[in-house]
């Protein structure tokens, strides 16, 4: 075991000095092997992370969502429907929730009213998301107002803001009072825009969704479950979009590897015939070689994976943000979590060694079985 | 589903390794067939020469595979979440009638990959390759076998759809359903965990044999196969269940979670390794009638078998640790007793 260790130090020694004979070329090979790195950890993580802000968004959200449908268009619903809900064995609760959007032509932008029941608001006043702090310039105190649904005037007193920290579901936020938001939209009292049930035990959902959906067949039924599959998926299918898109780039990489394994110059030949002359086998040469690759490989791996990390989790994610969060007028301003997930670094990887090692394998074959004679003369 | 960057990858990995390996099947012909050491024609020395690319380029793959099947199966395990029912792998793999045959098809590979890797490396101590046609015929044993498996994994990942209800591992190996690992969880904890220690004791005993005379490793191996199915089975009907503190849940896949602190994978793999380490120490010792193997031989398969014990010991050693600090009571201590026949 001592000595295979100690065979194994100076092949790695001696690897690295080679490497380091050669540096133009193994800093070139360095700068582009991180380079790939960097691009697909920065998606990786980045779509990692937000898929996490998602799920820890809607670990909040109620169960079940009751919506109802007229001619497939979503409508209002009777606050009779919630009776007939709450008779349901195992609903916890039931609420009929207030919400929608209102188009502000100052900003042209569009804010989401919600009347948010715990605390209430006073009637006339409002809480604005940062967001709309930023594109109204509003401070509180300061008068904001809309015209109703009638040609009418409302007018709101803003309260305070909501912090930044919530920023991702809160900075187009508008909180109103019940009665501001009916006068706005004209909505009747009675009616609702949909209904949030919460349920005690998790498996019970779906026993009391098919409940709900026998009870009142004219209803929708969303379970958070579903929200956080589709969510899961569709961030899933942008990454792997994104990773189709670079398969050019990596592709590329590949060849760029095999290209620069393969152009051997006159001294290395020199080199490996000369090793050979004195005494190293075929396949001595072809482990130093897969050595000095694997050196160039994890440093390359562990550089790019750290700027990514970086360039996501502190600078925004600047390269890829348009393409992974999707675009807004009121899009959050927020930092991501920090997250580090061991399949994301497993699948990397596969993206980016793998391929690296395949590609130069032929090259490091043709140059360790020349004959020692040939290169010497 | 195929835009999963893990599935990507697995596939990407299958593909480029079944290529490699099919790509390497007509010179392996070529070395069944012309392969001779005596002569010094050109062919021969070109033949000798390519030997070391396929060698090389096989290390690579086949290592790449067996990465691929921690890979495989912690993807499974966190797709859980994407289909309807499915609360671990054995969700996932439910889905379509492709993915139990992926796991299986890729277990098959894993050892016939190390297999080869062991006699590769028994091969390359001789300085006559004196084992290139087994290891060749070996080699085109090998390619259907990793063709077989991709084709089966592209089918299950191409079959995969997000609407389809999966049974969870609760309904599969505690319901009424009849699969071959329902039948497992069956047998009586207190059967599968005394068939555990006695096929280890037989293990170890042999692994000693072998370890002293030198002889014996080609039992040691089956042994080890046998060791590796008790195993398995022991963790679905008994050590599973400690892990879990519920009676009633045995799921070979929910204890690599993270709830669990992933202690699975401290369970399989040195499961895995040991019963691979064990399938090549009888691989090398065949070898070593060989005269150019007669010394490098026993010394590979001491080591290999020595390992495996080390990593069936390691198992054993997890196994009861996990049982000892569960604070779950499967077998009553009277019943323990009178088993062992003392007084209750």
């Known amino acids: ?377 | 589903m195929l835009f999963q960057p893990a599935i990507i990858a697995l596939l990407l990995a299958s593909l480029v390794g079944t290529l490699m390996v099919a790509a390497s099947v007509p010179f392996a012909v070529r070395v069944m067939r012309r392969w001779d050491t005596a002569s010094g024609s050109e062919a021969q020395l070109e033949m000798e020469k390519r030997t070391y690319l396929v060698s090389t380029l096989l290390v690579v793959v086949l290592l790449s595979e067996l990465a691929s099947l921690i890979l495989f199966v912690f993807n499974a395990d966190r797709m859980s979440s994407l289909f309807v029912g499915a609360m671990c792998a054995v969700g996932t793999l439910n889905v379509n009638d492709f993915g139990f045959p992926t796991l299986y098809l890729r277990i098959a590979v894993f050892f016939a990959a190390s297999a080869w890797l062991v006699l590769n490396h028994v091969d390359s101590r001789g300085f006559d390759y004196p084992l290139v046609r087994v290891k060749y015929g070996a080699l085109m044993a090998l390619a259907p076998l990793m063709a077989a498996a991709a084709g089966v994994q592209l089918a299950y990942f191409l079959g995969l759809r997000a609407d389809v209800i999966a049974s969870c591992c609760s309904t599969l190996f505690s319901g009424a359903t009849q699969v071959t690992s329902d039948k497992l969880a069956a047998i009586a904890p207190e059967a599968s965990l005394a068939g555990l220690a006695v096929a280890l004791i037989l293990v170890m005993a042999a692994g000693r044999r072998a370890l002293a005379t030198g002889k014996g490793a080609v039992a040691y191996a089956v042994l080890s196969l046998v060791a590796f199915v008790v195993a398995m089975e022991a963790v679905v009907a008994a050590i599973s269940v400690y892990v879990y503190e519920l009676p009633h849940h045995h799921c070979p896949f929910c204890i690599l979670k993270g709830e669990y602190g992933h202690v699975g994978y401290a369970l399989y793999l040195p499961l895995f390794a040991a019963a691979v380490l064990g399938v090549g120490g009888g691989i090398a010792q065949p070898a070593a009638s060989l005269a150019s193997l007669a010394e490098a031989a026993p010394r590979i398969m001491r080591r290999c078998v020595g390992s495996s014990m080390a990593g069936f010991a390691l198992f054993g050693a997890v196994a009861l640790w996990l049982i000892v600090r569960s604070h779950l009571i499967l077998i009553e201590p009277e019943r323990l007793l009178s088993i062992l026949g003392g007084q209750p």
Do not use: C
């Not at chain 1, 026993?207 to 961030?235: H, M």
């Not at chain 1, 502190?314 to 348009?322: I, V």
């Not at chain 1, 399949?343 to 079985?369: D, E, G, K, M, S």
């Open chain 1, 1 to 377: 075991m001592r000595g295979w260790l100690n065979k194994q130090r100076n092949l790695l020694d001696f690897s690295l000095s080679s490497l380091s004979r050669r540096r133009g070329k193994t800093l070139g090979m360095l700068a582009v092997y991180t380079a790939i790195v960097f691009l697909l950890a920065s998606v990786m993580l980045f779509s990692h992370a937000i898929r996490r802000e998602a799920a820890t968004v809607l670990a909040k959200s109620p169960e079940v969502l009751v919506q109802r449908m007229v001619a497939g268009r979503h409508d209002l619903i009777p606050a009779r429907h919630l009776d007939a809900i709450k008779g349901i064995r195992g609903v916890q609760s039931a609420e009929g929730r207030l919400w929608g959007y209102l188009f502000d032509p100052a900003a042209a932008a569009n804010y989401t009213l919600m009347v948010p029941t715990n605390p209430r608001i006073e009637p006339g006043k409002v809480v604005i998301g940062d967001g709309v702090v930023r594109v109204r310039s509003a401070d509180p105190g300061d008068l904001m107002s809309f015209r109703a649904h009638d040609g009418s005037l409302v007018q709101f007193k803003v309260e305070s803001a909501i912090s930044r920290d919530s920023a991702l579901v809160s900075t187009d936020l508008f909180l109103v009072a019940e009665e501001d938001f009916r006068r706005l939209f004209g909505i009747a009292p009675g009616l609702f825009t949909d209904l949030a049930i919460s349920v005690r035990n998790p498996r019970e959902v779906t026993k009391i969704a098919e409940k709900i959906d026998a009870a009142l067949p004219d209803t929708r039924i969303i379970l958070r479950d579903e929200i956080l599959r589709t969510y899961e998926s569709v961030f899933d299918w942008r990454e792997g979009m994104l990773l189709v898109l670079l398969a050019g780039s990596i592709l590329a990489f590949a060849i760029f590897s095999w290209e620069k394994a393969s152009g051997l110059s006159a001294e290395e030949r020199r080199e490996i015939g000369i090793l050979k002359a004195v005494g190293w086998e075929t396949g001595d040469v072809i482990r130093l070689k897969m050595l000095e690759g694997l050196v160039v490989s994890l440093s390359a791996f562990l550089v790019g994976y750290l700027l990514a990390y970086a360039h996501v989790f502190h600078f925004g994610a600047g390269l890829f943000e348009p393409v992974l969060k999707g675009w807004a007028v009121l899009y959050p301003k927020y930092k991501l979590a920090p997250f580090v997930d061991e399949l994301q670094v497993a699948t990397l990887f596969f993206f980016t060694v793998f391929p690296y090692t395949i590609a130069t394998v032929v090259p490091i074959w043709r140059a360790a079985i020349v004959d020692p004679d040939t290169v010497m003369r």
